[in-house]
């Protein structure tokens, strides 16, 4: 079992950087395929990226493509969510999220076992 919590949301104008992070517990985090979702007032979570065991294999929602950069460092249990170029329409809470369940596509939140409480993105026009 591993324990995620998000930190690093705030409030940031347009075309302005944040990088959120995810620390999580335990001795087993390489173990886990960790994912970030976010998901806004009114609105279904959605997911945004996701990075494998090693760090080697990303994806992105096409949404943030290019913009923000998932990152892992094993040897301190936390994951990253390097974000440039925010917009409006980034505003959302943004969970981090944790699977064991390997194979899938990592895309969909029910994919995940382990979730954290989430940190509120503002980016203001």
């Known amino acids: 079992q591993v324990q995620v919590a998000e930190s690093g949301g705030g409030l940031v104008q347009a075309g302005g950087s944040l990088r959120l992070s995810c620390a999580a517990s335990g001795r087993t985090f390489s173990s886990y395929v960790m994912g970030w979702f976010r998901q806004a007032p009114g609105k279904e979570r959605e997911f945004v990226a996701t990075?494998?065991?090693?760090?080697?294999?990303?994806n992105y929602a096409d949404s943030v493509k290019g913009r923000f950069t998932i990152s892992r460092d094993n040897a301190k249990n936390t994951v990253y969510l390097q974000m440039h170029s925010l917009k409006p329409e980034d505003t959302a809470v943004y969970y981090c999220?944790?699977?064991?369940?390997?194979?899938?596509?990592?895309?969909?939140?029910?994919?995940?076992?382990?979730w954290g409480q989430g940190t509120q993105v503002t980016v203001s026009s």
């Open positions: 990075i494998g065991l090693s760090g080697g294999s990303t």
């Open positions: 999220a944790a699977t064991r369940l390997y194979g899938g596509s990592y895309s969909r939140p029910e994919e995940y076992d382990y």
